[in-house]
C-alpha cells in the first residue's frame, strides 16, 4: 500500500493542507480575518453558497424521482432487458460532459424541441426560457448525475429477497401495500447511498454550471473558476475552497454509509439493527389490515402496528395496485430520454450541414468530421488527451492492483481500513476544491500548465474507482489457488503472472476504462491544473463552444462517443474470452489442489 499512500500523501493531503494554512494566513500572521470577509455583506460567497446547496437538493431529487423507478423496471425485467437498461443509463457515463451539456444548450435553446413542444401542446404562447438560469442546470446535472443514483439503488433491489414481498401478499397484502410497506424499506440503503453520492457531487460540479447558468447567478464552481484567474486572490479562493470542504467533509463524515466509508464496526452495528428489524416482523407490516390479527408474524410485529394501512387506506392501494408497474414505466421512459436525448442530438448535430449550431439540422453531411481530420490543432489536442489519460490510467491501475491486493491479503483490520479510506478519500472531494489546491500547489514547483501535472491530477482522481473496483476482486478471489500454486512450487512471481493476474483481469480491464474516461473527459483539471500550455481536447472543444458555437464540436463528440462504443464491445467481446480461460484455469487449480 506504501506507493499509493505516497502518492495520496504528496498530491492530496499536503495540496489540501497548504490550501487550509493560506485560508488562515493574514499578512504572514494566522488569522480568521479571511472568513469574516467572505460572510461580509460585500462579498456574495454566502449567497452562492446556498443557492449552490439548494441547486445540489433540486437535482438529488430529481436523479431519485427518475432513477428510483428506473432502478425497479430493470429489477422487475428479464435479466437481458434489465441489464440492457442498466446499460443505457450507464452509456452517457463514457461520453464527455462537455458535450452532453452542449447538446442540451440546443435542445433547450428558445427556438429548440423542447420550446417547439411546449408551443405545439399549447403550453405556452412564447418560448420559454429554459437556459442561462436554474432549470437549465438543474436539467443538465440530472442527466449527467443520473447513473450516480440509478447504480447504488439498482444494486441493493437486486439483493432484495422476493419471498418477502411474495409472503405479504399471501397475507392479504395488495400489490402496492407489500411494495411500499416491504420492498421500499428495504431499498432505502441503495436510496441514501444514491442520494448521497449525487449531492456532494453536485456541490462541487463544474462543467454544467459553466455553460447553462447565466453569469449573474453563478454556483460555487463558477465562482471559483472567476477568482482564480484574478490576481491576488490566492487567499480568498483558498478561504471559499476550505469552507466547501469542511461542509463536504461533515455530510461524508454523516453519511459516510451512503458513500461505502463506514468501518467494520459501523457495518456490523447496521447489520445488527438490520436483523433485528427483519425477519417476519417486515413481513407483517405489508400483511392487509383484515387479517394482520391472525397471521403468524403478529406476536413479533406489535411494536410496527402504527404502520399497518387503515381499512379505507387498504382498499384504495388494492384498486390502485395495477397502476404501480405502468406509472414505474412510465417514469423509467421519461428517465432514459433525459439520459439519451444528449446524445441523439450530438450525433445529429455532428452530421449538421449548417454553419451554425441549429437543431435539427436543415440538411446533413460529413462537412464537420472533414474539417476535424484536416485541423492539426483538434488532431494534436486528441492526442494528447489520449496519452496523459492512457498514462494516467496505467499508474493508477499499478498503484490501486498493488494497494487492492494489500489491503484484501493483509490480517492487520486496523491498517486496511484506515489505508482504504485514505485512497478512496479524493473521490469525496469536490474536484474544483482539489483543483485548486494542486494549483497552487504545482505553481511554486514549476509543474503548472506542463503534461505532468494532469498525470498527476487524473492519477490522483483515478486512484479510488480503480480501487473500489480492484478491491472487491480480490477480496472475492479465493486465496486457495495462491496456496495450491505455492505448495506446487511456485515462487510468489510467478503465482501472481499465472494465477492472480488472469483471475482479475476482467476487473483490472473495467478499472481501467472506468479511470481513463474519467481523465479523458476531464475539463476541471484541464483548465485549472493544466492551463494554456497543456490544449487538452477538452478545453479545445470548450474554447470552441465560448468562441465558435458551431457543429465542430458535436463532430468531435460523435466521433469520442463510436470510439467509446468500439472500444466497450472489444471489451465485453475479450470479457467472455477471459472467462473461459478463468473457468478453465478454476477448474485445473481445483484439480492440482486435490
Known sequence: ??????????????????????????????????????????NIFAEV???????????????????????????RARNILGLVLVILVMFPFFTSALVRTFAWRALLADNGPINQLILTLGLSTEPVRLVYNDIGVVIGMTQVLLPMMVLPIYARMKTIDRSLVLASRTMGASPLTAWRTVFVPQSMTGVVSGAT??????????????????????????????????????????????VVLIVTLVLAYFLRQGLGLSSTADGARSSRRSRKNGGTAVVAVGAAPERSAVTPASSTADA?????????????EQRLSFLRFPVAVGIAVVALFVSLAPMVAIVMLGFSNDAFLRFPPSAYSTRWFEAYFSNTRWLDSTWLSLSIAGGAAVIAIVLAAMAAFGIARTKRRGLAVPGYLMMVAPMVIPQVVLAASLLYFFLPLNIAGRPAALVIAYTLIGLPL???????????????YERASSSLGARPAMTMRRVIVPLVLPSVLSAFIFVFVTGFGDLVFAQFVGGIGTPTLERQMYRSIREEVSPEVAAVGTLVIGVLVLVCLAVLVGSRGLRRQVRSLAATGRKGSL
Do not use: C, H
Open 466 to 480: 480503480a480501487m473500489i473496483v480492484l478491491t472487491t476482486a480480490f477480496r472475492n478471489l479465493d486465496p486457495a
Open 197 to 242: 453520492i449525487v449531492f456532494i457531487s453536485a456541490l462541487g460540479y463544474y462543467v454544467t454550471p459553466l455553460l447553462l447558468q447565466g453569469p449573474s447567478t453563478p454556483l460555487f464552481a463558477q465562482r471559483i473558476d472567476s477568482l482564480v484567474a484574478l490576481p491576488g486572490k490566492q487567499g480568498e479562493v483558498a478561504t471559499q475552497s476550505t
Open 49 to 75: 453558497l446556498l443557492r449552490t446547496g439548494w441547486i445540489a437538493l433540486l437535482v438529488t431529487v430529481a436523479t431519485l424521482v427518475l432513477g428510483y423507478p428506473l432502478a425497479y423496471v430493470a429489477v
Open 304 to 316: 410496527d402496528l402504527s404502520s399497518l394501512p387503515s381499512n379505507w387506506v387498504w382498499r384504495i
Open 1 to 42: 500500500m506504501i506507493p499509493a499512500a505516497l502518492l495520496v500523501g504528496a498530491f492530496f493531503v499536503i495540496p489540501l493542507g497548504r490550501l487550509i494554512v493560506s485560508s488562515l494566513s493574514v499578512d504572514g500572521s494566522v488569522g480568521i480575518s479571511n472568513y469574516v470577509g467572505i460572510f461580509g455583506s460585500d
